[in-house]
């Protein structure tokens, strides 16, 4: 059990140059600032959790790390590259994926042509539908493959979610809200994935809700609120952090 | 792992129903044996057809709905005729074209003109393009109208045209066949886009752009190419139109309702369907005809009813009701 540590990503991370940085990042909307100068960086292999109550802004600044919202300043960059002003879709040649807080399978298309339309990305032919059933292995969706995606239920649905991602063989991955609304075993089977995902050296961000997930899942913890950075650190220092605590719990406890 | 194996695993790389696909060639092919005397019809509903399956490509493949059809098919239509007439000829060309020559020289416009026409509005979501069509086509209805070289108003007449391998392309059996090649290409092209990356990349497109996007989908070039690809069709048909034709006219051939109909046969057909658009050209050709002898002047409010039928209780038009009702015609698959 040596690699208990190691399956952290923490030793192997620190090292590794980031995957991910952002600077600076900024973005308003007309006269509303939804986010506001957040820094962060991603290492091969680390888990970034981003909380912060309604509202605060995480999903934006999500949208804006993945190219589909304009930033107003900063400044972002994959493997040391400027990417600021790529569109989405160059991001993900360049090896970024997304799942989006909404599900949204292509709902005419079977589970597996909606993983295939992804798969295309980096192979052609039986090639590209090899791998997408491969994916659909690994996510544990196989056994529902010629299913129309309309008839997921919602489990399924954002296991179908990460599969597309997964299937354009990202190295850094956006999770926004992959977790929240599962039942407690789906719970525990979509945090396993997640963990051997980042222990097979993906840089992950993720959105989420649900405290106690967040916190054993992440290797870093940036908390937002009003659209600003409230804390950051280790998880359990996040936690305890008296204006995390204030945001999520009103003023009025003390 | 041992479930994988045992379980049978499923195709999505296929090129959709080709049973489906042949049972209809081998009916169409049939029918000129059968109803010898009724060629106008089988002519003009096959080029319809095959209009209706070159309008799907963009209208069902990359759910941009055009209505300015009319423009490509005019655009192949009178680019045949202008380059065949020795009298129209323009300065540069020393001897007319012949048919096939002309045919593609409209293809080349026709997708350049849907190469500029969707680079400027493919950026814009919603329904900006399909207004975009139906202006396009009205610019180029009143140049067509407007312009002595297009013969304005009254429109071209077709001149004498060199045998294609010794065949008179006025035969309308010769022209049964142009037509009949005309949708045999559509669909085999529609049987080629299903199995490709291209296929998934529209439909992923037509559903959600900004799924697409995050899959590494550019929307705007899919659309593009869907566009350039419908357009060398439906020119090529437009040439073929003009042959059977012989004389059209601005006023007929760029009008509106002729755009509307060829967007009506693939829509109820079915547009998300491979061989919708075919089958809603053939219904609805047969029943239009039906219609006008039988009930003579009532057929037009029959047929306005019949479509509005269609449209409330098929949303994905007649095939998407087999596909509802698990009949499992190989619907797109």
């Known amino acids: 059990m040596t690699g208990v540590a190691e399956s952290r990503g923490v030793p192997a991370a620190e090292r590794a140059a980031p995957l991910l940085t952002a600077e600076g990042i900024t973005i308003r909307f007309g006269g509303v600032t939804a986010v506001k100068n957040i820094n962060l960086s991603v290492r091969p292999g680390e888990i970034l959790g981003l909380i912060g109550p309604n509202g605060a802004g995480k999903t934006t600044l999500f949208n804006g790390l993945t190219g589909f919202v304009r930033l107003s300043e900063g400044r972002v960059t994959l493997d040391g590259r400027d990417i600021t002003h790529l569109q989405p879709q160059a991001r993900s040649r360049l090896g970024m994926a997304r799942t989006f807080q909404v599900e949204r399978p292509f709902e005419d298309l079977s589970v597996l042509e909606n993983v295939l339309v992804a798969a295309f990305l980096r192979h052609r032919g039986r090639a590209a539908e090899d791998h997408a059933y491969a994916v659909l292995e690994r996510v544990g969706l196989a056994d529902r493959a010629a299913q129309p995606a309309a008839e997921l239920n919602l489990a399924r649905r954002r296991r179908l979610e990460l599969a597309k991602a997964l299937a354009l063989e990202p190295r850094l991955l956006f999770l926004d809200e992959s977790i929240a609304g599962l039942n407690p075993p789906a719970q525990q089977e979509m945090v396993a994935l997640i963990r051997e995902l980042a222990q097979s050296g993906l840089g992950i961000v993720m959105v989420e809700h649900i405290m106690h997930v967040i916190m054993t899942l992440s290797d870093h913890v940036i908390c937002m609120a009003f659209g600003e950075l409230l804390a950051e650190g280790h998880p359990a220092d996040v936690a305890a952090h008296p204006d995390v605590i204030r945001a999520y719990l009103g003023d009025d406890h003390d | ?333």
């Open chain 2, 1 to 333: 792992m041992t479930a994988a194996a045992t379980l049978p695993r499923p195709r999505a790389l296929t090129f959709g129903n080709l049973w489906l696909s042949g049972a209809l060639l081998v009916v169409i092919a049939l029918y000129p044996f059968v109803f010898g005397k009724a060629m106008n019809f089988g002519v003009s509903t096959l080029i319809f057809a095959g209009l209706a399956m070159s309008w799907n490509i963009l209208g069902g493949w990359a759910g941009q709905t055009s209505l300015g059809h009319a423009a490509l098919l005019g655009i192949g239509a009178y680019t045949m005729t202008l380059l065949a007439t020795p009298e129209r000829l323009p300065a540069f060309l020393p001897a007319p074209l012949a048919p096939w020559w002309g045919a593609l020289v409209g293809m080349i416009l026709a997708v350049l003109l849907a190469a500029i026409w969707g680079g400027l509005t493919f950026r814009l979501r919603g329904s900006y393009f399909t207004l975009s069509t139906i202006a396009v086509a009205l610019v180029l209805r009143l140049v067509a109208i407007n312009s002595e070289w297009t013969g304005s108003s009254e429109g071209l007449f077709m001149p004498e045209l060199p045998t294609l391998f010794g065949l008179d392309l006025f035969d309308r059996k010769v022209e049964y066949g142009l037509a009949f090649a005309f949708v045999l290409l559509t669909l085999i092209i529609t049987h080629l886009i299903r199995r490709s990356r291209l296929g998934y990349g529209l439909q992923a497109v037509r559903e959600d752009e900004d799924g697409a996007r995050a899959l590494g989908i550019d929307p705007t070039r899919m659309k593009l190419i869907a566009f350039m690809i419908s357009a060398a069709l439906t020119a090529l048909g437009g040439s073929i139109y003009a042959v059977y034709l012989q004389a059209f006219e601005p006023h007929t051939l760029l009008e509106l309702p002729i755009s509307v109909q060829i967007a009506l046969m693939a829509i109820i057909g079915g547009r998300t369907s491979i061989q919708g658009p075919l089958i809603g050209a053939l219904l609805l050709s047969i029943f239009g005809e039906l219609f006008r002898t039988v009930f003579s002047s009532a057929n037009l409010l029959i047929y306005g009813v019949l479509i509005l039928a269609v449209t409330i209780y098929a949303p994905n038009g007649l095939m998407g009701l087999f596909r509802r009702g698990g009949l499992k015609l190989g619907v797109n698959r």
